[in-house]
């Protein structure tokens, strides 16, 4: 089917098909290069040093205790299920 008016002739086709191309392959290739920027920067951050209150504070005996009652609750029982 033609398509009518000054839009007809083979080379303005030719011409919004290369724009089409060339758009497509343009946004394709800055995506994919922002990504990899993205990707590059999160690789060299370090990650965030939690801190744990038992690096710098000794923990008292009823503390201990209370943290192996919460750990033994935690540990697999019977048949693989937590207690």
Known sequence: MPVPGQFSDPRVITLFGLLAVSSAAWLSLSLRSRA???RDRAARTPLERV???Q???AL???EEHAFGQVVSRLS???AGRLR
């Open 60 to 62: 008292t005996p009823a």
């Open 51 to 53: 801190w744990h209150p």
């Open 36 to 38: 990899r920027a993205r």
């Open 76 to 78: 697999f029982g019977q």
């Open 55 to 57: 690096e710098s504070v």
